[in-house]
């Protein structure tokens, strides 16, 4: 199993920019596709971004495309979400997800969430 810890989010105006990382320990990193996915107040969980092993393949939601990049760190086991441009729609609790599809569909590891907040 692994385990996934979630860092960085915050309080900002609209248009500036925030950095997540997500922490992973436990079952091998590398071998791992690894994504980004949030849930505002009174809407489903959805699809953020995903990476995979290497970081030469990366997958984003239309609605943070050009905004919103997706990195990996392998050697220190770290995934980030570096966020620009921010829209007071992009308030969420951000999950660290590992394994989600090429579907969006998320796999079993969760972090615990981070709160970012996008004042207008």
């Known amino acids: 199993q692994v385990r996934l810890v979630e860092s960085g989010g915050g309080l900002v105006q609209a248009g500036g920019s925030l950095r997540l990382s997500c922490a992973a320990s436990?079952?091998?990193?590398?071998?791992?596709?690894m994504g980004w996915f949030r849930q505002a107040p009174g809407k489903e969980r959805e699809f953020v971004a995903r990476?995979?092993?290497?970081?030469?393949?990366?997958i984003y939601a239309d609605s943070v495309k050009g905004r919103f990049t997706i990195s990996r760190d392998d050697a220190k086991n770290t995934v980030y979400l570096q966020m620009n441009s921010l829209k007071p729609e992009d308030t969420a609790v951000y999950y660290c997800?590992?394994?989600?599809?090429?579907?969006?569909?998320?796999?079993?590891?969760w972090g615990q969430g981070t709160q970012v907040t996008v004042s207008s």
């Open positions: 436990g079952r091998t990193f590398r071998s791992n596709a």
């Open positions: 990476i995979i092993w290497g970081g030469s393949n990366t």
């Open positions: 997800n590992a394994e989600p599809r090429r579907d969006g569909v998320p796999g079993d590891s």
